[in-house]
């Protein structure tokens, strides 16, 4: 089995209290004060998993005494988000990557954002879900870091939403809108992500998905259930 990393409060969440922590700037920054990073947008792609993962994954050992605080911080256990450490061990992204969430902190930001996105299909795949990670810009001007595609510790998150997979041909459009919200304590984003698969040749098919911080769900479909079982 591939090990499967947990991201709850992590990097979805940690810069998303530099947004609250922007609310209060002016007390917090010296006159003529700059914010870093500049900007961190979340890129979003369908994704292709290998069958180690999609079929038998299994958390990091060294996620497991994280994963009990968690639970026990919220007195239940639930459907935490998580990351996939291995993502360049046969995971394929099948379609550019588009904006899921941008955050300018030189500037306000809203709590709630909704934001539309389509893919182009570029080649016959089985997809699994979508994975979402970072693009940082320490200043306006500094070059971009993708940490897809470059070595950190800011591993992919995995929106599991096809666990059996879902075909998909070259040339298929999804469309998607993503929306972000508060949730329930104030601090911390909540996720919903649906959409539509326009083949070139069959039926639309729809979907939808939801991330929340602290989920009421529990091992809601079949990767949750292999996750959980391991």
Known sequence: SSSVQITHTYWMSS?????????????MLAQNGSMLPYRCSTLL?????????????????????YLWKIFETW???????????????????VAAPQVFEEMVFDSLINS?????????????????????????QCAPEAKRLDTLNTETNWFPVFFPIWPQSTSVQMGDRIEVTCNRSL???????????????????????????ESFHHAQSFRCNGFYRALFGC
């Open 15 to 27: 810069y998303w209290n530099i947004f609250i922590d922007r609310i209060n700037r002016k007390r």
């Open 45 to 65: 792609a369908p994704v292709s998993l290998p069958a180690s993962i999609a079929q038998q994954p299994c958390f990091a050992s060294n996620a497991i005494s």
């Open 75 to 93: 007195s239940r256990p639930f459907d935490v988000r998580v990351s996939v450490a291995e993502h360049q061990n046969g995971c394929k992204i």
């Open 112 to 136: 709630a954002q909704t934001v539309e996105a389509e893919f182009t299909v570029g080649e016959d795949a089985d997809i699994h879900g979508f994975f979402l990670w970072l693009s940082l």
């Open 183 to 209: 949730s329930d304590d104030g601090i911390h984003p909540d996720y919903e992500i649906s959409g539509s698969i326009l083949p070139r040749n069959g039926s639309v098919r729809t979907f939808a998905w």
